[in-house]
């Protein structure tokens, strides 16, 4: 081991909830050595939604490479690890499983500790390899493919929900809004790039706040009111393509409003000045904008990750798995996958 790795703690991370394999190389939860992704894109594209089976069968397929690929980048040798992180939950549980099982492994094989980790914690606190100046309590909004989430966050391992979702994701609303527009999986970064050229079109598309106090989100309506303007408006595949830029920008437009509004209002609420954002949909331009656009008025700082660091990456995954590492909490290799693990339920035990 080179002389400036002594004394620090480096896990091998791996990330398999859903339709990315990752595996990464982090050092003492700050640096990144690795952060290797093989997508699934081209696997799930033509089914427009993510085929669970084919999801885990992937992940097995590429996982030794990875594992390999990602040691190398990081120029370690296997002796150089001291620990294996793994996500525990939520997500598929096929896909997890793959991910678990192979974490499992390499903890008994090489005799190191095995840290699990919950996914969502992984996006909590991915913006802090980039923004040290993070502070607690602040308000996280986890906004991805499966999970549309307000926290308020103490510090690591205490969390308060502060709403949810009632239905639809607000990354599965857009992918579902794509899929209706006759786009491709996953919809929300098609979206995204088409906006870029749309502009504000009369389309009444629901904002749903449900009450004045609450900080859940429902974006089925959404979806309703989408397929009503396309039946009741378009009529061609030509006239269809001649809109799309408008759709999606005003599509988008209607999940970033609520978004942005409730975040804001949490933060108020609680008189907290910094929101953290994480999940898939963070890598959105409008949301990314709008939301420090807003926090300019406030008073309010909000981070948001690279876009490599927003999707799921095994990095976040080292990151909270060196934090319990360093305070002794272990799992042990009886460790099962969860597919709706809660952000506060314990995995890991001192
Ligand atoms: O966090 P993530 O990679 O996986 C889950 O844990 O779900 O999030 C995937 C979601 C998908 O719904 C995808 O459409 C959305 O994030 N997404 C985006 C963008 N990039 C990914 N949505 C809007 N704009 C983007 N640029
Ligand atoms: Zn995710």
């Not at 080179?2 to 339709?19: F, G, P, W, Y």
């Not at 093989?38 to 097995?60: C, D, I, K, Y």
């Not at 933060?267 to 331009?285: E, H």
């Not at 002794?328 to 035990?349: R, T, V």
Request: proline share 4%; aromatic share 8%.
């Amino acid at each position: 081991m080179a002389k400036e790795q002594m004394n620090k703690t480096s896990l091998l991370a791996i990330e398999s909830s859903c339709d990315e394999t990752s595996v990464a190389i982090v050092r003492n939860g700050k640096e990144i050595l690795s952060n290797i992704l093989a997508s699934q894109e081209g696997v799930h594209n033509r089914f427009g939604g993510v085929v669970p089976e084919l999801a885990s069968r992937r992940h097995l397929e590429v996982l030794d490479d990875l594992v390999l690929k990602a040691l190398k980048e990081a120029r370690f040798k296997w002796r150089d690890i001291h620990g294996i992180a793994v996500t525990v939950g939520p997500g598929l549980i096929g896909a997890l499983l793959v991910g678990v099982s192979y974490a499992k492994a390499l903890a008994y094989a090489l005799d190191l500790p095995l840290v699990g980790v919950n996914h969502l914690e992984g996006h909590l606190f991915a913006p802090l390899f980039e923004y040290p100046e993070i502070k607690y309590p602040n308000i996280a909004l986890i906004v991805s493919g499966g999970h549309t989430h307000l926290f308020l966050v103490e510090k690591v391992g205490h969390y308060t929900l502060l709403g949810k979702t009632r239905d639809d994701a607000a990354g599965e609303a857009l992918d579902k809004g794509a899929r209706m527009m006759g786009l491709g999986f996953p919809g929300g970064p098609i979206l995204d790039r088409l906006s870029s050229s749309g502009s504000r079109m009369k389309i009444d598309f629901p904002r749903a706040l449900i009450s004045r106090d609450s900080l859940d989100f429902s974006f089925s309506g959404l979806k309703t009111a989408l397929r009503d303007y396309l039946h009741k408006n378009v009529h061609s595949q030509e006239a269809l393509e001649k809109i799309l830029p408008d759709l999606a920008f005003n599509f988008i437009q209607a999940v970033v409003d609520v978004l942005v509004h409730k975040a804001t209002q949490a933060a108020k609420r609680y008189g907290i000045k910094q929101i953290v954002v994480g999940g898939g949909v963070s890598a959105n331009t409008l949301l990314r904008q709008q939301l420090k656009q807003r926090g300019l008025q406030e008073g309010i700082t909000s981070f948001f990750p690279s876009p490599s660091l927003c999707t799921d990456n095994a990095a976040m995954v080292g990151m909270v798995g060196c934090h319990y590492f360093e305070k002794g909490f272990f799992s042990s290799l009886n460790l099962n996958p969860k597919a709706n693990l809660s952000l506060l339920e314990k995995h890991n035990s001192a």
